[in-house]
């Protein structure tokens, strides 16, 4: 679904780009972001209300 091209357009009106990946390096990428957003979390104290 990712590669039609309206959804490629209503992708970019977003500032969104989409890629493909594999189920591996998708998992990566979701493991770095949880590092680096809890460092966030932890150093800001925020909190979800």
């Known amino acids: ?3 039609l091209q ?3 357009d209503r ?3 977003l500032g969104l780009e989409s ?3 594999t ?3 998708f998992g ?3 493991r ?3 590092d680096k957003f809890s460092k966030i979390i ?3 104290g925020a909190k979800a209300d």
């Open 1 to 3: 679904m990712h590669n």
């Open 6 to 8: 309206d959804v490629k």
């Open 11 to 13: 992708y970019a009106a």
């Open 19 to 21: 890629v493909s990946s």
């Open 23 to 25: 189920p591996a390096k």
């Open 28 to 30: 990566e990428i979701i």
């Open 32 to 34: 770095a972001d949880a």
């Open 42 to 44: 932890k150093e800001t």
